[in-house]
């Protein structure tokens, strides 16, 4: 039988609401054979993880979701990385975290003339370490009772058009594909049409530019994707020779998504791991 394989989830360690040892353990209930592990902008989960997937047999791929920009887009890149501390992804990350920090303040400062939210009301939803981020903030207000779960609190008040929405400037997706590759990594990516970042996207051209820098694949099966964007991107795939890949952005109890939900094929998969610089752990 075709293994299940699910190539990107959300821990405690970014936005997520599951230890790294639950995301791994729920991923054996719900009958998957491997995850990716992808929180944003950090390397942190990793090690729990890795231990979890051992002890219940789980394959695991140690990946990451980076938030870039360009032209006004939003993008999330994934890069599925092999098993060490990729130097300048590190670096990046720290440069990020200072600037969301920054961001978060002056958004406190703005949510809090309407509601009581303090900054160290936002720090008590995050695990240390992570990057500090609008779910953060909702998850805060939701605690305080003002509204009932997180996906009410970005419908209602934080969306990117929102008085209360401060920007942070981002890397670029082509330095970042750039850095997952000279990480020895693979860099995909993440739901190319998702909705609610602005609703703009990157153009062929500029996916073919990312494509000659070393884009590999294309997260095609998405919740965020219906039926015909699937098609559209799969042929846009197929043009370019990117891979399509399927993950569920499980984030617990922070959004819908069931992890499992979408899936990465077997094929895939095996060529991430000829690509040699994946760490796969529990191969059968
Ligand atoms: P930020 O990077 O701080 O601007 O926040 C973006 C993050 O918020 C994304 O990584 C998503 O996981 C999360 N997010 C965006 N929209 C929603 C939503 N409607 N409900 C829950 N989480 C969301
Ligand atoms: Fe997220
Ligand atoms: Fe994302
Ligand atoms: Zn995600």
Known sequence: MALRIDTHTHSLCSDGTDTPGEL???????????????????????????????RVGLLLIRGVEIS??????????????????????QQTFAAVHEARQERMCEMV???????????????EQVTEGAAIGRPHLADALVAKGYFANRSEVF???????????????????LEMVQQVVNAGGVPVLAHPRSAGRNRRFLS???????????????????????????????EVAARLGLRPFGGSDYHGLGKPN???????????????????????????
Request: proline share 3%; charged share 30%.
């Open 155 to 173: 419908d209602r008040i934080l969306g990117r058009d929102s008085k209360y929405y401060v920007p942070w400037v981002p890397p670029t997706p």
């Open 204 to 234: 062929e051209e500029q996916l073919a530019e990312l494509a000659d820098s070393g884009l590999f694949g294309l997260e095609i099966s998405h919740r965020e994707h219906g039926a015909q964007t699937r098609a559209e991107l799969s």
């Open 109 to 123: 400062r703005r949510v809090g003339e309407d509601y009581a939210v303090s900054y160290a009301d936002v720090l």
């Open 68 to 89: 870039c920009r360009v032209e006004c887009i939003s993008v999330h890149l994934l890069g599925y990385l092999p098993d060490r501390e990729a130097g300048q992804l």
């Open 24 to 54: 791994v353990a729920k991923a054996r209930v719900v009958g998957l054979d491997g995850i990716a592990i992808t929180d944003h902008d950090t390397f942190d989960g990793w090690q729990e993880a890795a231990q979890a997937a051992t």
């Open 258 to 284: 069931l992890l499992g939900e979408n899936t990465t094929d077997e094929r895939v998969i095996d060529e991430l791991a000829e690509r040699g610089a994946i760490a796969i752990l529990n191969r059968h």
